[in-house]
């Protein structure tokens, strides 16, 4: 059996609107687990609460209910030293590395960073050979560990951010849309190196993003997200052949090059994204569903467990 690496139970995150009466449900009362070893997938349109949800499940914001449990324990109500400790273990890749790189550091002092705090004994020629070790590992030269972000290519200081993020031999990252703002022809260059990585290193990945061909390369599992809420979740196999969901299935009929559906048409998804601020009534995804029956309107539908483990928040009648 697989070993649960990360626990999340009815989780939810509102942030405050212009309404007080009415908070922003970026996540709302979802719950999934993620396996060691594992690359989870999380999809969905942008506004969704992907990035929410990772960073939840980083302890990087306090949710508004719920709970998160890594390797058993109780993270959300973990502080201080204790979390400090944790974080160690868990780091996250961000879109854009030029936004989360200092651009007052050389890549020597970043990378030195996560040491000089965690492993205070260090030396600083311990140090200067971890971070030479590091830069090696994601395919950067040596002299490069003097230099700062704005002196590198976008793909590099990508490597530059997933050096800093397995700094201390995490055991967990979440990806955010880590390719996403790179060039394509960067794209597979960046994530071979995370698939490495993740050999080499025993990782766990949360894999965000709103590339359904990149999500379908990388992952074992996957997580669809509409409105704050998880729609379906299931093993790649499970959501990219059986599309069970009907959002799913819009979802990837309007990808080019993977296979469509019995039809084969592009299924058009009408209407724009409600507000999280005024979710529908029912099921979130009944205004734009094309299967919409009165109970849609009325009860959210629950995630139902099918007879390959998917689970599908769905009214219709699925197998
Ligand atoms: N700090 C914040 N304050 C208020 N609203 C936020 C904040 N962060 C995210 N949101 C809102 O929560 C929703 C989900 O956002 P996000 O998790 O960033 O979605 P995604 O990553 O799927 O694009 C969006 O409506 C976004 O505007
Ligand atoms: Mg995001």
């Known amino acids: 059996m697989s070993e649960v690496l990360l626990d999340v139970r009815h989780l939810k995150k509102y942030f405050p609107s212009g309404d007080r009466n009415r908070p922003v449900k970026a996540v709302d009362d979802i719950s999934f687990q993620i396996f060691r070893g594992e690359t989870l997938g999380v999809v969905g349109e942008s506004g969704c609460g992907k990035s929410t949800t990772g960073r939840l499940a980083l302890n990087l914001m306090q949710p508004t209910e719920g709970e998160i449990r890594f390797e058993g324990r109780r993270l959300d109500v973990m502080r201080g030293k204790t979390m400090r400790e944790m974080r160690k273990q868990m780091q996250i890749i961000f879109q854009d590395p030029y936004a989360s790189l200092d651009p007052r550091k050389t890549v020597f002092q970043t990378l030195a960073e996560p040491f000089r705090i965690h492993n205070r004994e260090m030396s600083r020629e311990e140090i200067h050979r971890e971070v030479t070790r590091l830069i090696g590992c994601v395919g950067l030269r040596p002299e490069h560990i003097y230099r700062y972000p704005h002196e590198f290519s976008g793909g ?20 955010d849309e880590p390719v996403s703002a790179l060039d394509v022809s960067i794209q597979a260059q960046v994530i071979n190196l995370l698939q490495d990585i993740k050999q080499e290193y025993n990782l766990t990945y949360m894999f965000i993003s709103h590339d359904l061909r990149i999500i379908k390369h990388l992952c074992d599992r996957v997580m669809v997200m509409y409105l704050g809420t998880v729609v379906e979740i299931g093993s790649k196999e499970a959501i990219y052949e059986r599309r069970r969901h009907p959002y799913t299935q819009a979802l990837l009929s309007a990808i080019p ?14 209407g724009d994204i409600p507000s999280p601020i005024n979710p529908p009534s029912g099921c979130p995804f009944h205004p734009r569903c094309r299967y919409c029956m009165d109970v849609c309107k009325r009860e959210k539908p629950a995630l139902r467990e099918m007879e390959d483990g998917t689970r599908v928040a769905c009214h219709l009648e699925l197998v």
Do not use: S
């Open 156 to 175: 590099q200081r990508q490597r530059v951010g997933i050096a800093r993020a397995i700094a201390l031999n995490p055991k967990f990252v979440v990806c």
């Open 257 to 270: 090059n993977i296979r469509q559906t019995d039809t084969g048409k592009r299924i058009l998804l009408t």
